[in-house]
């Protein structure tokens, strides 16, 4: 079975624009989660999605927002890019109740200049 | 507030020596699992060895395994045998019986020297 996807793998984006990070989770998998990685520190949560609603978010301005779709894909949007928001964004995809379940996919890095 | 303190930003064993990373954590919960994930060049997080709170057995995992202290709140990884294939950023996590997020430490980056 194919493990947790991200796309793109990498990007380099400019101060002010917009990025779109897409994840898709393991196939049967209904949750999906976001947490950013800076360099040299531990992932931080952002977002939780079960069954494309909001479950949890994270200490994250406005710009960040997520959606899932019917097929429990998922995007990270961010708005006004800044050179902070320069990280690893990492994907993790649950299937069920157990909290501990939980796979993450390689990840999108992300470049802000 | 949930957080996690990993000490030790680096180190460093010589191959097949054995080696100690320090974790401890904060939460006012008593439900929870603990975990050390492991983050090669990479990039992919893999989980290493997980622990559920209300066990006091410490997990073990062929050449890893923790010494849990739960009173302490402490959550050490000692690894045996390490093999240059070790050599990675790892990270202390936990997550509430009843939540959604994991918290993470900042990390230790080990170096398997051969």
């Known amino acids: 079975d194919a493990g947790v996807t991200q796309s793109p793998t990498h990007l380099i984006k400019t101060r002010g624009q917009h990025v779109t990070l897409r994840c898709s989770p393991i196939?049967?998998?209904?949750?999906v989660s976001w947490y950013q990685q800076v360099l040299g520190q531990g992932p931080q949560f952002i977002f939780q999605?079960?069954?494309?609603?909001?479950?949890g978010r994270g200490n994250f301005p406005d710009r960040f927002s997520a959606r899932q779709f019917p097929n429990y894909s998922s995007e990270l949007n961010v708005n006004a890019l800044l050179l902070g928001d320069s990280a690893l964004y990492l994907c993790?995809?649950?299937?069920?109740?157990?909290?501990?379940?939980?796979?993450f996919g390689p990840g999108t890095r992300l470049t802000v200049t | 507030a949930q957080t996690v303190t990993q000490s030790q930003p680096e180190m460093s064993v010589q191959e097949a020596e054995t080696v100690t990373l320090s974790c401890t954590y904060d939460?006012?919960?008593?439900?929870?699992?603990l975990f050390w994930y492991k983050q090669p060049p990479s990039r992919q997080m893999i989980l290493v060895i997980r622990?559920?709170?209300?066990?006091?057995q410490n997990a073990t995992e062929n050449r890893f395994s923790v010494n849990f202290q739960k009173a302490a709140k402490s959550f050490s990884l000692k690894i045996s045998d390490s093999q240059l294939g070790d050599t990675a950023m790892y990270f202390c996590?936990?997550?509430?019986?009843?939540?959604?997020?994991?918290?993470f430490g900042t990390g230790t980056s080990l170096t398997v020297i051969p």
């Open positions: 993790a995809s649950r299937g069920g109740w157990t909290v501990y379940e939980q796979y």
């Open positions: 196939s049967g998998h209904k949750s």
């Open positions: 999605y079960y069954e494309k609603e909001e479950r």
């Open positions: 939460t006012s919960e008593n439900n929870y699992y």
């Open positions: 622990q559920e709170a209300y066990k006091q």
């Open positions: 996590a936990f997550i509430l019986n009843t939540g959604n997020q994991f918290y």
